[in-house]
């Protein structure tokens, strides 16, 4: 299946910093990609959907000056947590699907554990 | 909302098959089902889909019945590295829709 890579793996960081997030589809372009968030023995719950060269659209609820996106190309997008929280603590995982249309599948990154103290 | 229900969990001996089902009564004809896994601590891993006809792949196989509204995802030898969540999802066909994710089922195969 397609490869979908995600950077970094865990991070920790000090409440009211900011923090990164990159993923990059590795072998196929992705026009849009999806941000999910999971909470511990919780499902996943998507955050917003990125586009490349237009804004991201954002679910009810999350905050998009707080979650900033950017799809900068056809290969990678970024998630940014601006001043950061202890109760932004989460799994952060992106999606992406192989194709534009038709039954394109989604293939995940393996996710980013934010830890804010 | 998911459109899909699952129950919240099964066991499996190791070796033998696996049958996971789902319920999806409220389906439209222009949705595929779709069957993930999330092992702990790592993203979704694809496992197969299917719009109307039964599928395999090296993974598993997904049983679909013909009125659509329910189905069965098959893993023929179940190993201990099977233990995981299991998500059904049915999603539209065509767009580039999300994934919407329920509870799933939690697998746990038993040595």
């Known amino acids: 299946g397609a490869v979908v890579s995600q950077h970094p793996s865990w991070v920790i960081c000090k409440s009211g910093t900011s923090v990164k997030i990159e993923c990059r589809s590795l072998d196929f372009q992705a026009t849009t990609m999806f941000w999910y968030r999971q909470f511990p023995k919780q499902s996943l719950m998507l955050m917003a959907t990125?586009?490349?060269?237009?804004?991201?659209?954002?679910e009810q609820g999350v905050e998009k000056d707080k979650f900033l996106i950017n799809h900068a190309s056809l290969t990678l997008s970024t998630l940014t947590v601006t001043s950061a929280h202890p109760e932004d603590s989460s799994f952060y995982i992106c999606?992406?699907?192989?194709?534009?249309?038709?039954?394109?599948?989604?293939?995940f990154g393996p996710g980013t554990r934010l830890l804010v103290l | 909302d998911a459109k899909t229900t699952q129950p919240p969990s099964m066991d499996c001996a190791e070796g033998r098959a696996a049958n996971l089902p789902c319920n999806h009564s409220t389906i439209s004809g222009n949705e595929y089902v779709y069957w993930y896994r999330q092992i702990h601590s790592q993203g979704p891993q694809y496992i197969i889909h299917?719009?109307?006809n039964n599928e395999t792949n090296e993974m598993a196989s997904l049983i679909i019945t013909e009125d659509r509204k329910s189905s069965t995802l098959i893993l023929p030898h179940a190993t201990l590295r099977d233990t995981a969540v299991y998500y059904c999802i049915v999603r539209v066909i065509g767009g580039n829709t999300p994934l919407v994710f329920g509870k799933g089922t939690r697998l746990s195969v038993i040595a």
């Open positions: 990125s586009n490349e060269g237009s804004k991201a659209t954002y």
């Open positions: 999606s992406a699907p192989t194709r534009t249309g038709g039954d394109g599948t989604q293939y």
């Open positions: 299917g719009l109307k």
